[in-house]
């Protein structure tokens, strides 16, 4: 079992800035392939962006390239989402997960193993 818990979520202002972080006690996170995924109530669970475990390849979807950013600190055993110029639409919890598979960034949500508890990013003026 890998057991994941985020932290960072609350409250921004449209075009401000904030700042993800994902962890785990007992398990390195730089044994897994990672990512943060998010979710709207009602809606399905989709992949942010995402990072093999070799840290070879990434992945960002579309509508948060060149504004989101991904990184590993394997000292400290986290792995975090800085999330800039945000957007009313980018308001949903997101969830930090982790995989096994030793290829690739993943895409698809349905294809990580573990996932931590989620925590709300609320954009709001």
């Known amino acids: 079992q890998v057991h994941l818990v985020e932290s960072g979520g609350g409250f921004v202002r449209p075009g401000g800035s904030m700042r993800l972080s994902c962890t785990a006690s007992?398990?390195?996170?730089?044994?897994?392939?990672m990512g943060w995924s998010r979710q709207v109530p009602g809606q399905e669970r989709n992949v942010v962006s995402s990072?093999?475990?070799?840290?070879?390849?990434?992945h960002y979807a579309d509508d948060v390239k060149g504004r989101f950013t991904i990184s590993r600190d394997k000292a400290k055993n986290m792995f975090y989402l800085q999330m800039n110029n945000l957007k009313y639409e980018d308001t949903a919890i997101y969830y930090c997960?982790?995989?096994?598979?030793?290829?690739?960034?993943?895409?698809?949500?349905?294809?990580?193993?573990?996932w931590g508890q989620g925590t709300q990013v609320t954009v709001s003026s």
């Open positions: 997960a982790a995989s096994s598979d030793k290829f690739g960034a993943i895409t698809a949500a349905r294809l990580y193993d573990y």
């Open positions: 007992d398990v390195a996170l730089d044994d897994y392939g």
């Open positions: 990072i093999s475990q070799s840290g070879l390849s990434t």
